[in-house]
């Protein structure tokens, strides 16, 4: 059974960093776009950032482009998302999901939470003073 676990959320001051992990089982990483998704208290999920399924080909939302790093080693079956220069409107619980079809490329495809198949329960993440 294909499932998906996020860990490394927490409580961090703006201007911290945290990593994301997205450790995935039940099937290989490599034939898989993998996704970081976003949703704040009263707001719709957004995307956050994507990578394709052997790393050659990552795409970021403008709000994260230059603080936000995504990665995955497929040797641990795990994709990372780093976060730094953190500010209070990254709060929020962050999912991570996977699919085989999604065109990394294409930001319309890559950002829009409907395109994408499988979803793991999310980890919290808050940034506040």
């Known amino acids: 059974q294909l499932q998906l676990v996020e860990s490394g959320g927490g409580l961090v001051q703006p201007g911290g960093s945290l990593r994301l992990s997205c450790a995935a089982s039940?099937?290989?990483?490599?034939?898989?776009?993998i996704g970081w998704f976003r949703q704040a208290p009263g707001k719709e999920r957004e995307g956050v950032s994507c990578?394709?399924?052997?790393?050659?080909?990552?795409n970021y939302a403008d709000s994260v482009k230059g603080r936000f790093t995504i990665s995955r080693d497929n040797a641990k079956n795990t994709v990372y998302l780093q976060m730094n220069s953190l500010k209070p409107e990254d709060t929020a619980i962050y999912y991570c999901?996977?699919?085989?079809?999604?065109?990394?490329?294409?930001?319309?495809?890559?950002?829009?939470?409907?395109?994408?198949?499988?979803w793991g329960q999310g980890t919290q993440v808050t940034v506040s003073s």
């Open positions: 990578i394709s399924g052997r790393g050659g080909s990552t």
């Open positions: 999901a996977a699919d085989r079809t999604i065109i990394t490329t294409v930001q319309a495809m890559c950002l829009t939470p409907s395109k994408w198949h499988y």
């Open positions: 039940g099937f290989t990483l490599d034939y898989y776009a």
